[in-house]
């Protein structure tokens, strides 16, 4: 993901209602674990990394807007309200080909957070013993 | 080229100044421990994530992520030791002043501690957070006695044995017992399983630990560490919030003057954010 010390709000950006990030999220059936990085809400209520299920059910019970950073190559979006069925479209995929999202609450002046897929979280938790190096 | 000449007195000395607000999660305990642990998980996953982008030199990389998961799995341990401290701390101002017997002749504070803490006027911090919580019998040893029925020893154990109680933290002590050897290895001998280490470690594990070895965890061993203790942390942040609103239930049945149990309720549920329940009164958490 392009690394940036400007906010998410000075760059272009998504809106996304949280519930639609629950929605989203909990779409992603089939073992997918995440990661939050930097947000205090989400990091103090749940054990990351998690399944999905377990961060929609955290997100659902949240209320407000994010702004999501466009990652894309060329990021051209001016605050565009992205639905559940569009949030997968924009996301960024990393070398190993986890899915990376960088938020902030519109509401709140807190920092940028991180959502992180995490793979090969998925696959340790499905068979502990044969992946032990 | 000569190294620079420090004026190590000054650099030194300014380090400590070099800090940050605590985050809000801090008062509660169990929002402390998980946000730390998390926090460290993190560095993990970022470094491993950014460094995937760039080209590296995959032997120095892998030995660095080795070590980068020796100092992560310890920053875990570490906040569930802290989570420990700040948990018996809070249970002691709950209980200190409602009792009359010896439960907190199990600390002994030193004056100097006592009058570091005294303006803050935090009576379980000053007794707790001297002290290091990364041994499961003096643990039990101290949470029995705050936790104790007027004028017992006390029956509740962070870290029971088979027969002990509460039956829902059994068959963790010997697992966790290991963690803190792991930890003292780290900590102590920057990972060196030294022989008395690996004799401790081999009664714990019932198989050969061999040494002098490097412990060089993986990414697998440090989420298996953080699994064990995030689960630990939940069952006895409900389990220690229970046995005290137990307690406190007991002590305003014998004086209603005390407290009023539903305030008291309410500083519970806030305190454990689980619903809890003083002498009758239901509170959830705000």
Same mark, same amino acid.
């Given at each position: 993901?392009?690394?940036?010390?400007?906010?998410?709000?000075?760059?272009?950006?998504?809106?996304?209602?949280?519930?639609?990030?629950?929605?989203?999220?909990?779409?992603?059936?089939?073992?997918?674990?995440?990661?939050?990085?930097?947000?205090?809400?989400?990091? /103090?209520? !749940?054990?990351?990394?998690?399944?999905?299920?377990? !961060?929609?059910?955290?997100?659902?019970?949240?209320?407000?807007?994010? !702004?999501?950073?466009?990652?894309? /190559?060329?990021?051209?979006?001016?605050?565009?309200?992205?639905?559940?069925?569009?949030?997968?479209?924009?996301?960024?995929?990393?070398?190993?080909?986890?899915?990376?999202?960088?938020?902030?609450?519109?509401?709140?002046?807190?920092?940028?957070?991180?959502?992180?897929?995490?793979?090969?979280?998925? /696959?340790?938790?499905?068979?502990?013993?044969?992946?032990?190096? | 080229?000569?190294?620079?000449?420090?004026?190590? +007195?000054?650099?030194?000395?300014?380090?400590? $100044?070099?800090?940050?607000?605590?985050?809000? @999660?801090? &008062?509660?305990? *169990?929002?402390? %421990?998980?946000?730390?642990?998390?926090?460290?998980?993190?560095?993990?996953?970022?470094?491993?994530?950014?460094?995937? &982008?760039? $080209?590296?030199?995959?032997?120095? %990389?892998? #030995?660095?992520?080795?070590?980068?998961?020796?100092?992560?799995?310890?920053?875990?341990?570490?906040?569930? &030791?802290?989570?420990? =401290?700040?948990?018996?701390?809070? *249970?002691?101002?709950?209980?200190?002043?409602?009792?009359?017997? +010896?439960?907190?002749?199990?600390?002994?504070?030193?004056? $100097?501690?006592?009058?570091?803490?005294?303006?803050?006027?935090?009576?379980?911090?000053?007794?707790?957070?001297?002290?290091?919580? *990364?041994?499961?019998?003096?643990?039990? =040893?101290?949470?029995?006695?705050?936790?104790?029925?007027?004028?017992?020893?006390?029956?509740?154990?962070?870290?029971? $044995?088979?027969?002990?109680?509460?039956?829902?933290?059994? +068959?963790?002590?010997?697992?966790?017992?290991?963690?803190?050897?792991?930890?003292?290895?780290?900590?102590?001998?920057?990972?060196?399983?030294?022989?008395?280490?690996?004799? =401790?470690?081999?009664?714990?594990?019932?198989?050969?630990? &061999?040494?002098?070895?490097?412990?060089?965890?993986?990414?697998?061993?440090?989420? %298996?560490? =953080?699994?064990?203790?995030?689960?630990?942390?939940?069952?006895?942040?409900?389990?220690?919030?229970?046995?005290?609103? #137990?307690?406190?239930?007991?002590?305003?049945?014998?004086?209603?003057?005390?407290?009023?149990?539903?305030?008291?309720?309410? @500083?519970? #549920? +806030?305190?454990?954010?689980?619903?809890?329940?003083?002498?009758?009164?239901?509170?959830?958490?705000?």
């Amino acid at each position: 993901m392009p690394e940036s010390t400007r906010s998410i709000r000075q760059l272009p950006h998504f809106r996304v209602p949280v519930s639609e990030l629950a929605a989203w999220m909990d779409r992603q059936r089939g073992g997918s674990w995440w990661s939050v990085d930097g947000d205090r809400v989400l990091m /103090q209520r !749940l054990d990351f990394p998690c399944p999905s299920d377990e !961060l929609a059910k955290a997100l659902e019970s949240l209320r407000g807007t994010l !702004l999501l950073l466009d990652s894309r /190559q060329t990021p051209v979006a001016t605050g565009e309200t992205l639905s559940s069925e569009e949030i997968g479209d924009v996301a960024y995929l990393d070398k190993k080909g986890d899915r990376v999202f960088r938020f902030c609450w519109e509401e709140r002046p807190d920092a940028d957070w991180l959502l992180v897929e995490d793979r090969a979280m998925e /696959q340790v938790s499905r068979v502990p013993e044969e992946t032990e190096e | 080229m000569p190294k620079p000449a420090i004026n190590f +007195d000054t650099y030194l000395k300014r380090i400590p $100044s070099h800090s940050i607000d605590l985050p809000q @999660e801090s &008062e509660v305990p *169990c929002y402390h %421990y998980r946000r730390s642990a998390n926090d460290a998980w993190n560095l993990l996953v970022y470094i491993e994530r950014n460094l995937a &982008e760039v $080209s590296v030199y995959r032997v120095s %990389y892998d #030995a660095h992520m080795h070590r980068l998961a020796t100092m992560v799995l310890l920053g875990m341990v570490e906040a569930f &030791e802290r989570f420990l =401290k700040q948990l018996a701390a809070e *249970c002691i101002n709950h209980v200190a002043r409602c009792t009359s017997d +010896d439960r907190l002749d199990v600390f002994s504070a030193k004056g $100097s501690v006592m009058a570091a803490h005294f303006s803050s006027g935090n009576l379980g911090r000053s007794l707790c957070e001297p002290l290091a919580w *990364c041994d499961c019998d003096e643990t039990n =040893k101290r949470f029995r006695r705050i936790l104790a029925d007027p004028f017992t020893q006390g029956e509740f154990y962070v870290f029971p $044995s088979h027969t002990q109680n509460p039956s829902g933290l059994r +068959d963790r002590h010997e697992l966790m017992s290991i963690v803190w050897q792991l930890r003292h290895t780290v900590a102590h001998n920057m990972g060196v399983v030294t022989p008395s280490d690996a004799l =401790k470690l081999r009664l714990l594990v019932k198989g050969i630990v &061999e040494s002098p070895r490097l412990l060089w965890p993986t990414k697998g061993d440090v989420w %298996y560490v =953080k699994l064990f203790l995030d689960e630990t942390a939940e069952l006895l942040n409900r389990e220690v919030g229970a046995r005290l609103a #137990a307690l406190l239930t007991t002590l305003h049945q014998t004086d209603p003057t005390l407290f009023q149990a539903d305030v008291k309720a309410q @500083e519970l #549920a +806030d305190l454990f954010k689980t619903p809890a329940t003083v002498d009758g009164h239901l509170r959830n958490p705000l």
